[in-house]
């Protein structure tokens, strides 16, 4: 019985790929029409990464306009309350983040925002360098409230959660909101991985993030842990 599967690639697939890749002149209807669908399919795609861009940008400028006044307030307390907030109203951005010594971070997203910022006019940003950090100021722009209709859109059945969060967190030194953003990191990492959630396992994961969360004394873990769960701010509710 013969059959029609191939097990090599050939030269056959090799001009395909650079048809599609649009190195080459298609020969025929059905090329044309193989490329054009791949074209719309980027086209799509790139559209949909611009958008959720653009809801993310959205909901961390919220969070500045509320809080960029406080001098606690700064690039770390943005992404972790970012993280908090996206995981809360389950946009579905896990794969960009990795993790950093101060928890779970979203480099490329943190190092556009400010620039994507000052595009909209929606804030200005003052950068202080001393040494090896970089401290940030943010003050309102010419567009400053701008966004509020965008975040009404997106997020109005999230904001009460969001405005919960914001002021918990906004007069609090950046290492609270640091020790729950990482805590909830961990607590997903034991979910996903069908891994108890239990508090030994938490702790665990949570001291062999980095060597940065030995500054925390387990007594403080077990707190945030304990006032996690009675705030339901859990990857489940448990």
Request: with cysteine; charged share 30%; aromatic share 14%.
């Amino acid at each position: 019985m013969s059959s029609t599967r191939k097990d090599h690639f050939d030269f056959d697939d090799f001009e395909k790929g650079l048809i599609l890749a649009g190195h080459l002149t298609p020969n025929s209807i059905s090329e044309i029409a193989e490329r054009d669908q791949l074209e719309d399919y980027e086209k799509e795609l790139e559209k949909q990464k611009s958008k959720l861009f653009f809801k993310r940008l959205v909901l961390a400028a919220e969070i500045t306009a509320k809080l960029f006044h406080e001098p606690t307030f700064g690039h770390v307390k943005l992404q972790k309350l970012l993280f908090l907030c996206e995981n809360i109203c389950k946009i579905n951005v896990s794969e960009k983040y990795t993790k950093q010594a101060a928890g779970p971070y979203d480099r490329k997203f943190m190092h556009s925002i400010d620039r994507s910022f000052e595009n909209q006019k929606w804030f200005k940003i003052k950068r202080t360098i001393s040494g090896n950090f970089t401290s940030y100021i943010y003050e309102p722009s010419v567009n400053f409230g701008k966004h509020q209709s965008y975040f009404e859109k997106y997020y109005s059945k999230q904001n009460d959660i969001f405005q919960w969060l914001i002021k918990t967190f906004g007069k609090e030194k950046t290492d609270k909101v640091e020790l729950v953003a990482t805590l909830f990191a961990c607590w997903k990492e034991l979910i996903e991985k069908k891994i108890a959630a239990n508090e030994e396992n938490l702790i665990s994961l949570f001291y062999s993030w980095s060597e940065r969360k030995q500054q925390f004394p387990k007594s403080r873990v077990i707190k945030a842990i304990d006032w996690m769960k009675q705030n339901k701010l859990t990857p489940i509710d448990v």
